[in-house]
């Protein structure tokens, strides 16, 4: 997830009072000795606060329960193709963090945070109605894609003109003497933005994933429904405050005046004529004397700072695919953990129980003990250990990218078949074709591709008891399969009989999407089926699905998903009742839900079953992303918190807003380059494209170091 911002503060949101930024970054500061107890202190609080960190708590709760199904809306149900989801997903939030430049120039210097905040609301709840009915796919149709992708541009431009005022308008509200209340305060708002996160990535996939809707086994729409629901709520706790908000007075935005004044020396740099008028000495100073030497020199200052903020542009293009990539890496694992199963979109809560875990840890005891041996004394000194975790951590992630490509299916090429066979018969069975050949004893099973072209030829082999024969199977030569589909498979079963005789069923050689289990059925000719039989699948006394017996070889299968606490075994019987009459269900066997696998269930003559596993689940457990996902927080707190407490110091009072923008423009950059190289395709191996990014890391991390010795702070601390 990407609350780099909100989570560590906005620089704009302090005043000309230097305590208040001196202890901004003390975020465990509740967990220090205080005079005073916390409860005592709360009561000290304006009540307007309240109405912040509640609002705060709704809208973030709202951001990312969004946030964490959309990526799986644009490849499950759009059936987009992994780099074109990663596009649009990137290009969303670089979008985000694009227009709070524009929100605080806005909120500035024309109208001020309060009705920025409620504009924005307004429209921020806007997008959330709309997304939630372009994902209605059975009412919206062909309208789907397009309403959601407006309604996420809506999404983009309103949270990202909240961005830079909702802290900012939540300190106004403290008066000048209340110094300790309202650094206390920032722990409070950044918790709230962490449980606000937390709760949504448990709750929004859990609907996703276990509530059926839209005629689907998912829902889409009641997954972007709450968090809608939550953005009205948010807006309505933040109007029902409005009469105890103090209202700051707008006078004018440093930032506008930063770019008018780069603009201006730019524009003089260019425009002089004379070949004999003399250079002065930085470029910047051709703003003069049109603008202050303060500002043209805390404009200089900003530039030298900002050399120091190219690295954070990689961090940022790492950081964020924990939102796109790192969750298409988890649909393709495992979520069974005994009897409890993780969907994959829910892995994100992973970073804020870290976070609220590790932060105060991190504040409280470890910098301390390691400051008081001699380390990490400096902001920039722990930026360049981030950096240094983030390139680990991504090789890490390629690392278990390797495991998990190897275990998951490979496509059929193009003009070829796969094809399954099943021996229930008790003698060997012999099969060839001009490209395999081969043995299949008694209930083995034999996987194979061969070209669409070519006919198979089945004989049975030394078997006494069977009269001799030879046959031929030419997969999809019948008038059923005309076209030949690489991820269509052919699945041949030979039933017991004196002669050669088998059926077959097309299925589908890709493992399923969302964490479900593929049934199909095929039953033994000889069978006598009513026009009403059904397979019943149970589970702990609950009908799970039931799956109607048709002639129609590619509609013979149903999908059934996980519970989220349950154990998946399932009893499967058979309902061969006539139309319009009742009969007792027929035993046939007992299964266990596979994640992402298909199986087969056989019927035979004597209404026996089998059932056989033709595509595996996924091998590798959803575990193991714990470790990258605990090395990326670590990360983000020594190189995000860090980074903002150096640009707090560092930056002149006038100018706090100012490197508040600049680094989110970092995170803006980050996602762009994330579009370039995985939303285009560029590299077409995903394990490939992991590791070019941890290389890319690692030369940026080098580049960090080399910048940070040459860097000459203001601070002695930096």
């Known amino acids: 997830m990407e609350k780099n911002d909100e989570k560590h503060f906005n620089m704009s949101s302090l005043d000309s009072n230097g305590a208040i930024g001196e202890k901004m970054l003390e975020v465990n500061s509740k967990f220090k000795h205080q005079e005073d107890s916390l409860i005592s202190s709360l009561k000290r609080y304006p009540r307007s606060v309240f109405f912040c960190l509640v609002n705060e708590f709704a809208e973030r709760f709202s951001f990312y329960g969004m946030r964490a199904v959309l990526i799986l809306l644009l490849t499950n149900v759009y059936l987009l193709q992994d780099s074109t989801a990663k596009l649009i997903f990137h290009a969303f939030i670089s979008l985000a963090y694009l227009s709070p430049l524009f929100g605080s120039i806005i909120a500035d210097g024309f109208l001020g945070r309060y009705k920025l905040i409620l504009y924005m609301s307004l429209l921020y709840l806007l997008g959330q109605i709309l997304i939630t009915v372009g994902s209605v796919t059975s009412v919206m149709q062909s309208a789907s894609q397009p309403v959601v992708y407006f309604s996420l541009i809506i999404i983009a431009i309103a949270t990202g003109g909240i961005k830079p005022c909702v802290s900012s308008f939540a300190a106004d509200q403290f008066p000048a003497d209340m110094v300790r209340e309202r650094s206390q305060f920032f722990s409070f708002f950044y918790m709230s933005i962490n449980l606000g996160s937390f709760l949504s990535f448990i709750i ?144 994100s809560t992973v970073n804020p129980l870290f976070i609220i875990t590790l932060v105060p840890l991190f504040e409280g005891l470890v910098y301390p003990a390691l400051v008081k041996r001699g380390y990490f004394q400096r902001p920039l000194t722990r930026m360049t250990c981030g950096v240094m975790l983030m390139t680990i951590t991504f090789a890490l992630s390629g690392v278990l990218q390797i495991v998990i490509s190897k275990n998951l299916i490979t496509q059929p090429d193009v003009n070829t078949r796969r094809i399954v066979l099943h021996n229930d018969d008790p003698c060997t069975l012999g099969y060839s074709s001009n490209s395999t050949s081969g043995l299949l004893l008694s209930n083995d099973v034999a996987t194979f591709d061969i070209p669409c072209t070519e006919s198979i030829t089945f004989q049975r082999i030394n078997c006494s008891t069977s009269v001799p024969g030879v046959e031929q199977f030419r997969p999809g030569a019948d008038q059923e399969e005309k076209l030949c589909v690489p991820s269509d498979g052919v699945f ?135 470790p990258q996902w605990f090395l990326v927080t670590v990360s983000e707190i020594f190189f995000q918190i860090s980074g903002l407490e150096f640009a707090y110091a560092e930056a002149d009072e006038s100018m706090k807003s100012v490197m508040s923008a600049f680094w989110l423009m970092t995170i803006f950059f980050g996602n762009l380059i994330v579009m370039l190289i995985s939303g285009t395709h560029l590299i077409t191996d995903l394990v490939v494209e992991t590791f070019v990014y941890a290389a890319l890391m690692a030369l940026c991390t080098i580049l960090f170091v080399f910048l940070s010795r040459r860097y000459k702070p203001r601070s002695i601390n930096i």
Not at 270 to 275: D, L
Not at 301 to 309: E, G, K, Q
Not at 525 to 535: C, I
């Open 204 to 347: 929004t996939p859990y609907l996703r994933g276990q509530v059926s809707c839209d005629g689907r086994e998912t829902c889409f729409p009641l997954a972007f429904g709450i968090p809608a629901f939550c953005m009205g709520l948010a807006t309505v706790i933040f109007l029902a405050g409005r009469s105890h908000y103090y209202h700051a007075p707008v006078n004018g935005t440093v930032l506008l005046q930063v770019f008018k004044c780069v603009g201006h020396a730019v524009k003089r740099r260019f425009a002089r004529k004379s070949p004999n008028q003399p250079p002065l000495p930085h470029w910047m100073d051709y703003a003069s004397p049109k603008y202050s030497d303060q500002l043209i020199e805390n404009v200089k200052h900003i530039f030298r700072m900002s050399v120091l903020f190219i690295p954070a542009v990689m961090f940022s293009t790492l950081y964020d695919q924990t939102g796109s990539t790192w969750i298409l890496q988890a649909s393709r694992m495992n979520g069974r953990v005994g009897h409890l199963t993780i969907l994959p979109d829910q892995m």
């Open 492 to 626: 041949v079963n030979f039933w017991p009989e004196t002669v050669i005789r088998f059926n077959y069923a097309m299925y589908s050689v890709k493992q399923v999407d969302n964490s479900m289990t593929r049934f199909y059925v095929l039953v033994d000719d000889t069978v006598s089926l009513s026009e009403n039989a059904t397979l019943i699948f149970h589970e702990d006394g609950t009908v799970r699905g039931r799956l109607k017996i048709r002639s129609n070889r590619h509609a013979n299968f149903i999908d059934l998903k996980p519970n989220i606490l349950s154990t998946n075994i399932l009893l499967v019987s058979l309902q061969n009742c006539p139309l319009g009459q009742s009969c007792k269900e027929i035993f046939l066997s007992t299964t266990e839900l596979a994640m992402g696998g298909s199986k087969m269930i056989l019927v035979n003559a004597k209404l026996k079953s089998k059932v056989l596993d033709i595509v595996p689940s996924y091998g590798m457990s959803i575990l193991w992303q714990v």
